[in-house]
């Protein structure tokens, strides 16, 4: 089902956010096949409470009701019977859900949930439920059932899918701060970041443990996991335990400020929140319909020709300047119209709406929201290379020598250059990433002066800690999901089976549930993507603010898994197609399903979705993998050449017919920095792109972007360049970390072990070869070497 969104409709009033709004994102996690199960888990909690004399009805409860309820249904969740530890695990799901069975209102049902919610994270069901995961995820019988089976459905995973949906209302609620929150409510939460971020299980994360249940279903040691419901978890673990957005602004100008840096002049998001989105380039089949329209009209103006000089000879005696000479005249204007747009041929063929004129501004305050809108939306950046690079071309050309490493001496140089180099200066910006090289340098150069005293333990720090080890198999395990789910990828029977938690037992038999499960399947792989390409943003941005060799790292594992050209073939779609998708059944999202009457499923309800222009989670999709490949290859030549040869020009051309400007923003960038490979002749047919990209992308103002003549960007030099990174990040991690993730620094510059207590308690594992040989080694070592201790004590050696 694809919504109406064309290349000529207005901009997409879309905002860029963490994550959707509550609602959507706490329906996104059942599948529409999962229907059936809310009523059993209402029937699980009216039977626990009737089996502990309890009245049937939540809202009505006491305190002390809703107290020995809470109490009982921890107590059976730890039984060892696993039919009665499910039951109250379906009846804690129940409370979670908002006891959708005594509502009649969405409201009610919202404000119930969250209230559950922060009361049974008080009694610590979080916590239990923790535990119950990981006990689940060690019931090596569920595996080996699911592993016999041909093919895998929803009735393979009911008891591991209420533990996670328990989990993932969990933080879902507590993720979102309202208004009418009180100040307990708002200390839970504060609490709630702080666990998700410390081990849970007793050294593990909760991440760490949802990586391992990634890598365990794509290894094909797990086929019953429900991936979709993992990932969410995992994406809003994260989410939640490192913040979003607004923390990691906070983090970025803490970290800065740290480092004696000034603030970063402007913030991205916020700048394309106003941005206007460019108008989108034309298509093959306009270009083809448009020259269709030119030869028709050409026809058309013949005919009337032939018309006008077969006509009666009345006609003839009249004036050869009336009316008669228009056809010709307006086809030789067609025909001269026709030959200027003909210079640009893989431009725009539409002509462009025409605008009112801006009236004139009547006061100082309009002046200056005139001149406002006149500037570039961004403040240009010089680094430090480029105006080292730009003193020592000027130098050769007017002094005749270099002089290394200095930037403020300007002997010799005309003044122009004194201005210019004082321009450049002036909007010099200096990263994070920067400071935090050549503080490695430093370490690297001088260790024993320059030693890392102590490295600050923050949540993005432990989470690294943790999956260092087996960081290149969760990137490899979630690009592999993503290819599965990317709606490019066709069925093939190596891949892995994603839809393992929305296939039912039973096949569809009529034209209705066919339809309704065609559009869940779709909504599966939708949701999917969503959640990939969130979880590997944020740990993206995190790791970049936290240490840069550290974000060096996963970029490097995520292009060696061939990250670059997946996320170009889920690009190479009709994209415009994929953002309007519609793939939801509104009547039956959760809880508009259960709260009422069942809605009946037919043709009418499955075409009424959201009524939207645009899907929000495949638009944010969409932006978060144009995001990571921007992240990828920003300032790597050796990936930007990556982008060439995968011919991706075309491809995110294709990406600008999306009117919205945050994303036609990351598009621009990805050809800004490719455009001086592409060759003149593309830049020549592609002038209003580049007239974009000179819009609406920072500009570096001493970067010939536009043409071939960087040095940085020699082919050659490519291979050496990832080498090189690659040998910095091997010291980083050596030095930081070892195979435990303990601190520690080059072995050859570590502190003797003077105590003898130590030194002979310090056990020492002996090789095969020495004990094999042992009584040779002690004739030769002990036996036959005489020692005159008395030596010792003489005086030339005291």
């Known amino acids: 089902m694809v919504g109406n969104l064309t290349s000529e409709s207005s901009d997409l009033d879309f905002v860029y956010n963490d994550a959707d709004e509550h609602a959507n994102e706490i329906a996104e996690l059942y599948s529409y096949t999962e229907e059936s199960d809310f009523f059993i888990h209402k029937k699980a909690f009216e039977d626990s409470m009737e089996e502990y004399g309890l009245p049937l009805r939540w809202t009505s409860f006491t305190h002390d009701q809703k107290e020995k309820a809470l109490l009982r249904l921890l107590d059976s969740i730890e039984m060892s019977q696993r039919a009665h530890r499910m039951q109250a695990a379906r009846a804690v799901l129940y409370l979670l859900q908002g006891v959708f069975g005594e509502c009649l209102v969405l409201e009610a049902q919202a404000e119930l949930a969250r209230a559950n919610v922060f009361l049974l994270y008080k009694y610590g069901f979080f916590h239990t439920f923790v535990w119950l995961l990981n006990m689940e995820i060690e019931n090596s019988s569920a595996a080996t059932s699911a592993l016999r089976k041909p093919a895998v459905s929803l009735g393979d995973s009911t008891d591991i899918r209420v533990i996670l949906n328990v989990l993932y209302t969990f933080v879902e609620v507590m993720r979102v701060q309202v208004e009418t929150d009180t100040d307990e409510m708002k200390e839970s939460r504060e609490t709630f970041q702080k666990e998700l971020g410390l081990p849970l299980l007793g050294e593990d994360l909760l991440a760490h443990v949802l990586f391992q ?30 913040g979003g957005t607004e923390e990691l602004r906070k983090l970025k100008s803490v970290y800065r400020a740290e480092a004696g840096l000034p603030p970063v002049p402007d913030d991205t998001i916020e700048v394309t929140k106003t941005m206007r989105a460019a108008s989108p380039p034309a298509s093959a089949a306009d270009l083809i319909e448009s020259q269709e329209q030119r030869k028709n009209y050409r026809q058309f103006r013949r005919q009337h020709l032939v018309k006008q000089s077969s006509m009666d000879d009345s006609m003839a005696y009249q004036d050869l300047d009336g009316d008669s000479l228009s056809g010709p005249d307006d086809e030789l204007q067609y025909i001269e119209e026709q030959q200027a747009s003909s210079v640009n041929e893989n431009e725009y063929t539409r002509p462009p709406t025409p605008r009112p004129s ?143 938690d929305v296939l039912p037992e039973e096949m569809p038999m009529t034209v209705i549930q066919s339809l309704k499960l065609g559009i ?21 941005k995190h790791l970049k603010i ?119 923003l990351y598009v621009l960038k990805l050809l800004k920095m490719q455009m001086r490979y592409l060759g003149r002749q593309w830049r020549k047919s592609n002038m209003k792109t580049l007239s974009a990209i000179y819009q609406k992308v920072r500009h570096m103002l001493n970067d010939d972007w536009a043409y071939g003549n960087d040095l940085d960007a020699r082919p050659w030099d490519f291979q050496a360049e990832e080498f090189a990174l690659q040998a910095s990040i091997n010291r980083f991690h050596n030095r930081r970390y070892d195979r435990s993730g303990s601190l520690c620094s080059d072995p050859d510059f570590q502190a ?16 095969d070869d020495f004990k094999y040989h042992y009584e040779a080694w002690l004739k030769r070592e002990v036996f036959h070497l005489s020692t005159d201790w008395d030596q010792l004590l003489n005086s030339q050696y005291l």
């Not at 321009?423 to 994070?432: A, N, T």
């Not at 309800?605 to 932006?623: K, V």
């Not at 130590?758 to 090789?767: F, P, Q």
């Open 520 to 540: 869940d399947v779709n909504r599966h792989k939708e949701i999917i993507v969503k959640a990939i390409s969130g979880i590997i943003l944020l740990l993206l």
């Open 213 to 242: 249940m990634v890598t365990r279903f794509c290894s094909g040691s797990a086929p019953h996991f429900p991936i979709k419901k993992i990932l969410l978890l995992l994406w809003k673990t994260i989410l939640v335990s490192l």
């Open 546 to 664: 936290n240490h840069v060799y550290q974000f060096e790292y996963m970029s490097q594992q995520l292009m060696f898994a061939n990250c670059i050209p997946l996320v170009l073939k889920f690009f190479n779609q009709n994209i415009m197609s994929y953002v309007g998708a519609r793939n939801t059944i509104s009547v039956i999202d959760f809880p508009a399903c259960v709260i009422g009457e069942t809605p009946e499923v037919t043709e009418e309800t499955l075409e009424m979705g959201d009524q939207q222009p645009y899907c929000w989670r495949n638009l944010f999709s969409c932006i978060n993998l144009l995001r990571l490949l921007n992240k990828l290859t920003k300032l790597k030549h050796s990936r930007i050449m990556m982008l060439v040869v995968f011919k991706s020009a075309p491809i995110l051309k294709r990406a600008l017919k999306v009117k919205h400007g945050m994303m036609q």
């Open 752 to 767: 003797v072990d003077n105590n003898i207590l130590s030194v002979l308690g310090r056990e020492i594992e002996l090789t």
């Open 358 to 500: 801006t009236p004139l501004p009547t006061s100082v305050s309009d002046q200056n929201n005139a001149a406002s809108n006149k500037r570039l939306p961004w403040v240009p950046k010089v680094r430090s290379k480029d105006i080292a690079s730009f003193l020592d071309h000027t130098r050769i050309k007017f002094v005749g020598f270099q002089l290394n490493n200095d930037q403020t001496s300007l002997a010799g140089l005309p003044l122009p250059i004194h201005e210019g180099v004082k321009v450049l200066k002036q909007h010099m910006y200096i990263s994070l990433a920067e400071v935090q090289i050549k503080k490695e340098e430093e370490i690297s150069k001088l260790p024993l002066s320059k030693k890392e005293t102590s490295i600050p333990q923050t949540p993005v720090e432990i989470l690294y800690h943790a999956i260092l080890p087996s960081l290149p198999q969760y990137m490899i395990a979630l690009l592999k999901i993503l290819l599965a789910a990317a709606p490019t990828s066709k069925a093939k029977t190596e891949s892995i089976n994603i839809m393992a």
